[in-house]
């Protein structure tokens, strides 16, 4: 596994292809990377929900989470890249959705909100880039209910060993191209977020052969209480 890009130099990458971000992604997955938002809205959130998106980036997820919610919900994008969140905003002042998001910077390897806050944490695709992607999973299950989801897509390894060796080739060349691998590499958080507690509700792969991505979502035991965040 690559070793993980430093947070000043990841937020430089993401501040820099912040505007051509949304096509990039899209065409090196092709559009798989959408498929796996869908679900993973599909499975978590709830009208009314407070929900958070950690890595947010342009806010192709917080948006669908928006609309999920309704006007009685709020979403908070969370990022380290102003430059993404910037695009984030612009997307949801377009969709009529903004009013109901907050935007924050920061790094989400060390949340700045309280255990047991939302009813739904996402993460789409922001593991990947971590330095201890299983860190950020448990932080990402501490900050949410008693009864809440935490829902996650990331790049995994390829099944078939052949395949594996082929993606580990290129993966060695895209690696030294930042602007074009972003920091990403295959990560695995599903033994982090069991060992926390949670349930797993949901489990899929989905993507490329030679770029698979893994679609989990698990359920914090307990209650929900009414608070919102
Ligand atoms: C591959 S993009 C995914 C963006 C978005 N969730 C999506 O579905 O397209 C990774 C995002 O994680 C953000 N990121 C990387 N490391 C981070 C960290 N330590 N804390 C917060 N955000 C981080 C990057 O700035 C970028 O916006």
């Avoid at 505007?19 to 796996?36: K, M, P």
Wanted: net charge positive; glycine share 8%; proline share 5%.
């Amino acid at each position: 596994m690559r070793q993980a890009l430093d947070p000043s130099k990841l937020k430089s990458i993401y501040d820099k292809v912040s505007s051509r971000y949304d096509f990039q992604h899209a065409l090196v997955t092709l559009s798989s990377d959408n498929r796996g938002r869908k679900m993973v809205i599909e499975h978590s959130v709830k009208e009314g929900d407070a929900v958070l998106d950690a890595g947010a980036g342009t806010g192709s997820t917080a948006l669908m989470a928006a609309q999920k919610t309704g006007p009685s919900g709020k979403v908070v994008l969370f990022d380290l890249s102003e430059g993404m969140l910037a695009e984030a905003k612009t997307k949801a002042e377009a969709s009529g959705v903004a009013s109901r998001m907050e935007f924050r910077t920061g790094d989400m390897s060390s949340l700045p909100f309280s255990d047991d806050t939302f009813d739904v944490v996402l993460s789409t695709y922001s593991l990947c880039p971590l330095g201890d992607p299983a860190k950020g999973a448990r932080e990402l299950y501490r900050v949410a209910k008693p009864g809440g989801r935490v829902a996650v897509a990331h790049s995994t390894d390829p099944a078939n060993p052949f395949v594996r060796w082929l993606a580990e080739q290129l993966e060695r060349i895209v690696w030294r191209i930042p602007g074009l691998s972003l920091g990403c590499r295959s990560v695995a958080v599903t033994d982090a977020l069991r060992a926390a507690g949670g349930e797993i509700l949901f489990e899929a792969t989905i993507g490329i052969p030679l770029w698979p991505f893994k679609v989990l979502v698990v359920r914090k035991p307990g209650h929900a209480s009414q608070t919102q965040a």
